[in-house]
């Protein structure tokens, strides 16, 4: 099962910022928070991780709260392409290829 | 650097006929991952394969599916007799096996059996 809750559902106006929330309260001193975001039908996305720092790349900012019990996913100025299902998923860093456990996700919706 | 592709895009079975999904990985990736999507589902872990190993089966279905990852080629995922239910979208995924590192997914087969 997954170890992240996430609302089902997030509305954004186009070209503003998309904030997106990830509870993971169980996780472990050695578990990374990963997303992803899946397009349609398309193959998921990877999108960021992070331990415990907040992380940032071309795509989005990681924001991760100090006991690491939940964190947000950024998206600085949404666009209509980046209307697509997102996963927050824990997975253990020792043992670093352990399969992804994706769970239902937020339904993002970019409006124009 | 190509990506992670997986062929055929689509696949159509009859009921009782065998399907045989490919995944080639990224360059220099020895990890692959299948998974699959049900209609309206989520994505569930198959099977996890370094080159010519099983690591882990434990999403495998115990009869009908089979999965390998030979020195030399893609890795392949086998359908026996495929039933209805076996309708799906199978994604693989391609990992270069360092800790913590990123999964990266190919574009999917969609199989449907009739």
């Known amino acids: 099962d997954a170890k992240t809750t996430q609302p089902p559902s997030m509305d954004c106006a186009e070209g503003r910022a998309a904030n997106l929330p990830c509870n993971h309260s169980?996780?472990?001193?050695?578990?990374?928070v990963y997303w992803y975001r899946q397009i349609h039908s398309q193959g998921p996305q990877y999108i960021i991780h992070?331990?415990?720092n907040n992380e940032t790349n071309e795509m989005a900012s990681l924001i991760i709260t100090e006991d690491r019990k939940s964190s947000t996913l950024i998206l600085p100025h949404a666009t209509l392409r980046d209307t697509a299902v997102y996963y927050c998923i824990v997975r253990g860093g020792l043992s670093g290829n352990t399969p992804l456990v994706f769970g239902k996700g937020t339904r993002l919706s970019v409006i124009a | 650097n190509a990506g992670v592709m997986q062929n055929p895009r689509h696949l159509v079975r009859r009921r009782g006929q065998e399907a045989r999904l490919r995944c080639s990985p990224m360059?220099?990736?020895?990890?692959v991952y299948w998974y699959r999507q049900l209609p309206e589902e989520g994505l569930k872990f198959m099977v996890y394969?370094?080159?010519?190993?099983?690591?882990?089966e434990s999403g495998m279905p115990k009869e009908r599916f089979s999965a390998e990852f030979p020195k030399e080629g893609p890795s392949i995922l086998r359908i026996q007799q495929v039933v209805r239910g076996d309708s799906a979208a199978y994604f693989c995924?391609?990992?270069?096996?360092?800790?913590?590192?990123?999964?990266?997914f190919g574009p999917g087969t969609r199989l449907t059996v009739l």
């Open positions: 995924a391609s990992s270069p096996g360092v800790e913590g590192n990123e999964q990266f």
């Open positions: 360059k220099g990736h020895s990890h």
């Open positions: 394969l370094q080159k010519e190993n099983i690591i882990d």
């Open positions: 992070g331990l415990k």
């Open positions: 169980t996780i472990s001193g050695n578990e990374y």
